[in-house]
Antibody
Framework: EAQLVESGGGLVQPGGSLRLSCIASGFTFSSYWMHWVRQAPGKGLVWVSRCVSDGTTSYADSVKGRFTISRDDAKNTLYLQMNGLRADDTAVYYC??????????WGQGTMVTVSS | DIQMTQSPSSLSASVGDIVTITCRASQSISSYLNWYQQKPGKAPKLLIYGASSLQSGVPSRFSGSGFGTDFILTISSLQPEDFATYYCQQSYSTLLYTFGQGTKLEIK
């Protein structure tokens, strides 16, 4: 069964950094586009970033220049390095598999709280 | 950026009802439209991809239609487990994906 498990969330001060990880299992990780999607408390879904199997990346304007997505196909792991964190980055961050231009497998999410 | 607008934002319905949720794109997105269901405290679940294709394991009471800018999610004969929030998403732009604001489906 395909599964994604995120880790690395927590409480961080404004301006701080955090690195999220997502370990994939049950499918050939290297063959898929992978994404991060976030959801602020009580709000809707917002796409954050994606990493194609060849390493090509794309970002939402709100995180461009601050966040970096990467992947290690040998470790079946997706990462999101978040620098310059702001209060409005507070959200649950989901790791998501892309398939047929949809998001078909979602992790359980990891909470990131940016507060002093 | 492609904007996605869902209507209504919230909806009250009863078990057994037929429900429709509309999603409109700010420009043509062909059939690159997906629908997700999210229950409180849970990750979203893919229901429909490519505007009208039912994801494996999703009950057949869910259906999607539309092309271009206007799309509809239909739930025929609402079940108790269908009360949730529904999101549409465009994947026409693979550089910048966008979701609708969500439609909360509540029990009347």
């Amino acid at each position: 069964e395909a599964q994604l498990v995120e880790s690395g969330g927590g409480l961080v001060q404004p301006g701080g950094s955090l690195r999220l990880s997502c370990i994939a299992s049950g499918f050939t990780f290297s063959s898929y586009w992978m994404h991060w999607v976030r959801q602020a408390p009580g709000k809707g879904l917002v796409w954050v970033s994606r990493c194609v199997s060849d390493g090509t990346t794309s970002y939402a304007d709100s995180v461009k220049g601050r966040f970096t997505i990467s992947r290690d196909d040998a470790k079946n792991t997706l990462y999101l390095q978040m620098n310059g964190l702001r209060a409005d980055d507070t959200a649950v961050y989901y790791c998501v598999r892309g398939y047929r231009r949809s998001f078909d497998i979602w992790g359980q999410g990891t909470m990131v709280t940016v507060s002093s | 950026d492609i904007q996605m607008t869902q209507s209504p934002s919230s909806l009250s319905a009863s078990v057994g009802d037929i429900v429709t949720i509309t999603c409109r794109a700010s420009q043509s997105i062909s059939s690159y439209l997906n629908w997700y269901q999210q229950k409180p405290g849970k990750a979203p679940k893919l229901l429909i991809y490519g505007a009208s294709s039912l994801q494996s394991g999703v009950p057949s009471r869910f259906s999607g239609s539309g092309f271009g800018t206007d799309f509809i999610l239909t739930i025929s004969s609402l079940q108790p487990e269908d009360f949730a929030t529904y999101y549409c998403q465009q994947s026409y732009s693979t550089l910048l994906y966008t979701f609708g604001q969500g439609t909360k489906l509540e029990i009347k």
